[in-house]
């Protein structure tokens, strides 16, 4: 290395490459922040997204909206009301209907689970988190079928009473199935999408299966 240090480098070369930084090219959006904002813009904000996504579900089409902006807040919210409109004890009863809406959550959130993680071994391009977003969301027509059950059984409990809700039922279950597919079966092979919605059926037919069976005690 004796021979380097003979070797200068002219002023006159100009070094390639852009090196300044520009000023002014960042947007003002850059510089914004939700901690900046007012706790009710930000809630506003939260239930605007949840009430788009509820309007997606009751209009399925292939669409991104669920998968790009995720949220369990949705989901919760309809597994919370589907819960104590299935609770049938009355708070004077020795039933509390404590069990049925443990059941409500469990088979939910772990029905969710395991058919995301039976996507995602399938293949699936989705996230975690994505797939629970959607599953979640498409319970909303169950849940409208579950109100409308309610109603129908205070004006009695007959022959026509059950052919009502059997019908409001099965109608909504082909809603919550027909919506979950629409937005989970592109994220599947080809070959596998039957393997993919066959656990979906399941898991609203179990719902559906519950909402259908329940009497008021």
């Known amino acids: 290395f004796a021979g380097l240090a003979d070797v200068s480098i002219s002023e006159d070369i100009p070094v390639e490459g852009e090196i300044t930084v520009p000023v002014g090219s960042h947007s003002p959006d850059e510089d914004y922040s939700t901690l900046d904002e ?21 209009y399925p089409k292939k669409s991104s909206a669920l998968l790009r902006d995720w949220d369990l807040w949705g989901p919760l919210v309809l597994c919370v009301s589907l819960a104590l409109m299935l609770q049938g004890g009355s708070a004077d009863s020795k039933d509390d209907g404590g069990p049925q809406f443990a059941e409500v959550f469990v088979i939910i959130w772990f029905g969710a689970v395991v058919i995301t ?34 109603l129908v059984l205070l004006a ?46 399941l898991f609203y037919f179990v719902i559906s299966w ?3 069976t329940f009497t008021p005690q």
């Open 210 to 212: 519950m909402i259908l």
């Open 117 to 150: 993680l039976n996507s995602k071994l399938l293949g699936g391009t989705i996230s975690f988190f994505q797939s629970l977003c959607v599953l979640g969301y498409c319970v909303l027509p169950l849940t409208v079928a579950m109100l409308v059950c309610r």
């Open 38 to 58: 007012p706790v009710r813009d930000t809630i506003m904000r939260d239930l605007k997204a949840v009430g788009k996504k509820f309007v997606h579900v009751m």
């Open 156 to 201: 009695g409990s007959g022959t026509i009473s059950f052919i009502i809700r059997l019908v409001v039922v099965v109608a909504m279950f082909g809603w919550s199935t027909l919506a979950s597919t629409a937005f989970l079966a592109d994220s599947q092979p080809p070959n596998r999408k039957a393997l993919v919605v066959y656990p979906i059926f």
